[in-house]
């Protein structure tokens, strides 16, 4: 039996590609099982040693049939994919949607933060990686990150202020201005870490559009920030008590959906916080079971937004996601921010550390500079 390593896999990709008479522009793997270390070193060749944007499948995906045809929706997925990945555009709000999140042509720059942890027996030994992502149009389509390795099982983001100026310049790269307008989706956090996100996060990022000015020598940028959490794992769950109820105009309108709420119901009172200025959301249309809502936080909020608008807002962002024909339960930041999350435990899967060094420290050396430039502006982990 022949053992092989991420490293010995993307050296073989490596080498293979560099012998090919150009570049090149993009490159659709077909895999022949579905094997962590195979996929790692696809990844880490082709996103962080050569910069090429690709795309993976299963061989036995790639060629499945269905009624005696090729699964037409599986190659629409994947065109969904490459399309973006290329800088194409998906799905965009209609105009009159949109006018909370663009402000004289100039849009907001959403954001999204999470942080994964090391699984597996030797949990207390690995690596968390955190990142933030940033959009860069006035589509909202486009969301390329940031990465960060720190301690594992250390929730507060490290590297924040260094990750939110980063988005900052790739968005002012694109947009050829800076934003006026913040707005901020954390994933990850439990119910009692808010207090730590309020006095370690929120200053951090608000340092990073200070530093923007300071850098950029706009003495008078003063961008306003809205920072929301989103927590997702909860037991918490709506169903509604007839098909059909009458609105305020006193027409019928549905409120049921394969037997649960419908896409965009928000629930504000009764079951809400008296603390927070928080809200339920279920913005996903279940395929089959008990859609699960997402329980938003809104922990800072300078742009002193209605409940109806930032609730709005939001769901609007949830159609929004990409890879995806309807609307998610996450808000796509958020989403977007977790598979990147995913996508640096491609780059550092299998370090072992050497004698006298850390996890950590190998790591960060395996994953070196991170994602290529070449590919930095593009959503790579999508």
Do not use: W
Not at 58 to 83: E, H, P, R, V
């Amino acid at each position: 039996m022949i053992s092989f390593t991420e490293d010995h896999v993307a050296e073989g990709v490596e080498r293979h590609v560099r012998t090919l008479p150009k570049k090149p522009g993009y490159i659709l793997s077909v895999l022949p099982e579905q094997n962590k270390t195979i996929y790692s070193g696809v990844k880490k060749a082709l996103d962080v040693k050569l910069g090429i944007p690709n795309q993976c499948t299963l061989f036995n995906k790639f060629t499945k049939q269905k009624f005696d045809k090729f699964d037409l929706q599986m190659y629409a997925l994947m065109s969904m994919k490459t399309c973006i990945k290329l800088g194409g555009v998906n799905h965009m709000l209609d105009p009159s949607s949109n006018s909370l999140l663009v402000k004289n042509n100039l849009p907001a720059l959403v954001l999204g933060a999470d942080v994964t942890h090391p699984t597996g027996t030797n949990e207390g030994q690995g690596v968390s990686i955190a990142s933030v992502v940033g959009s860069v149009d006035q589509y909202f389509n486009t969301f390329p990150g940031s990465i960060s390795l720190q301690e594992g099982r250390v929730e507060v983001i490290g590297e924040m202020a260094k990750m939110v100026f980063e988005r900052c310049v790739a968005y002012h790269k694109k947009m050829q201005k800076f934003p006026n307008e913040v707005l901020f989706y954390r994933d990850g956090v439990s119910y009692g870490q808010f207090d730590i996100i309020l006095k370690e996060e929120v200053p951090k990022v608000k340092e990073a559009l200070k530093q923007i000015g300071l850098k950029y020598k706009l003495p008078n940028y003063k961008p306003k920030l809205t920072f929301l959490v989103i927590i997702k794992r909860h037991n918490t769950r709506f169903f509604p008590l007839e098909k059909n109820a009458k609105n305020s105009a006193g027409k019928l309108v549905a409120v049921e959906s394969q037997e649960n709420a419908m896409p965009g119901s928000v629930i504000e009172k009764g079951v809400t916080s008296v603390k927070y200025f928080d809200f339920f959301l279920q913005s996903q249309q279940a395929l089959q079971g008990t859609a699960i809502p997402g329980h938003y936080f809104v922990l800072y909020d300078e742009l002193n937004y209605k409940p109806d608008n930032i609730q709005a807002l939001t769901y609007n962002l949830c159609n929004l996601f990409s890879r995806a024909t309807k609307s998610v339960r996450v808000v796509p930041p958020a989403y977007y921010a977790d598979l990147l999350c995913e996508r640096g435990t491609c780059y550092i899967h299998g370090v072992v550390p050497r004698r006298g060094e850390t996890h950590l420290e190998a790591a960060t050396k395996s994953l070196g500079a991170g994602i290529n430039q070449a590919v930095a502006s593009t959503m790579v982990y999508i």
